[in-house]
């Protein structure tokens, strides 16, 4: 019996949300037939994961260390095969800077940006409103700040002690429409998901709070457009290097017929609320189905 390792937790700002996806992924690998071990990652994973002697490992972490490259790294030096992307592919993504160069490159439509520290930002507006600051490197919308036409004064919030997410920021052109994600499993684009919320955006408790937010799938858009969210979904996943399962965000402006692609993740939650379960499902895929997929993924990866 294949023995898997399931890591999670950790110590980012998405801990909690960690917690949740790696406990139901090893709840459901047990009941695919895997020998599964739990490991709520501490900074001596190492000693850990040499304790558990797993055959691969399925990863459930969220956020910096877990899907910036960090602990994947670890994982290679180990010599384990691992869920999810690679080293370059995570940290790629996980920099909002850098992974937007990687959809300039292969001609994918993205919002306008620039790069700023927190103190430039706090003094005076990065662009013209309406705009919005989002931290480099982190997820679950921690950190993001919408400022809106016809704000007088740049954001507040960056001031003071309270600001937990970094000293570097971007910039970002808000895009105004309809807000759409696409889960990418191997080399096959799944679905297209409209988000609605009734909150100011898809921010944290939108995202896995029960009643946040609500999933349309399929989107009711045009077959062109669906078609064009998945074809730009697989292309920013293999534009990355990524394996195994990503999902990636877009923004749709149906005035001016725009797609915008805004990030991938290279780690999608895996929570009662979570996206990629969802489009698994809708494509006949069951949740224990999904998270046995991933872990043959990884270990073909030796």
């Known amino acids: 019996m294949k023995r898997v390792a399931v890591i999670y937790g950790g110590w980012s700002s998405e801990r909690p949300v960690s917690l949740s996806s790696g406990r139901q992924m090893a709840e459901a690998a047990r009941q695919a037939g895997y020998d599964v ?21 399925l990863n459930g972490l969220h956020g910096p260390w877990g899907e910036d490259g960090s602990v994947q790294g670890l994982l ?17 993504a996980m920099d909002k800077l850098k992974s937007k160069a990687v959809y300039r490159s292969v001609g994918l439509d993205v919002a306008e940006d620039r790069r700023v520290t927190r103190a430039e930002a706090a003094a005076a507006h990065a662009l013209k409103p309406p705009y919005v600051i989002k931290p480099v490197n982190e997820g679950s919308s921690f950190g ?25 920021l971007m910039a970002e052109e808000y895009i105004p429409g309809r807000e759409l994600t696409v889960a990418v499993l191997g080399d096959r684009a799944l679905a297209v998901t409209e988000i609605t919320t009734l909150r100011d955006y898809y921010d944290f408790d939108a995202k896995y709070a029960a009643g946040g937010s609500q999933h349309v799938i399929p989107a ?4 062109r457009v669906t078609q064009a969210a998945m074809d730009a979904s697989l292309k920013a996943h293999q534009a990355l290097g990524c394996r195994g399962a990503t999902r990636s965000d877009f923004r749709y402006d149906e005035q001016k017929d725009r797609l915008v692609i805004l990030e991938t993740n290279t780690q999608p939650g895996m929570t009662p609320t979570s996206l990629v379960p969802e489009q698994a499902a809708y494509r006949g895929m069951s949740f224990v189905e999904l998270v046995a997929w991933m872990i043959e ?3 073909c990866q030796r």
């Open 37 to 57: 071990v739990e490991i709520d990652a501490t900074r001596d994973l190492a000693r850990q994961l040499a304790e558990a002697k797993p055959d691969a490992v």
């Open 76 to 92: 290679e030096i180990m010599g384990l095969p691992y869920s999810h992307s690679g080293v370059l592919a995570s940290a790629l």
């Open 144 to 168: 993001v700040l919408i400022v809106r036409e016809g704000t007088n004064s740049p954001p507040q919030e960056l001031t003071g002690d309270g600001w937990r997410y970094g000293d570097y």
């Open 220 to 223: 009711d858009l045009p077959a």
């Open 297 to 299: 993924d990884a270990s």
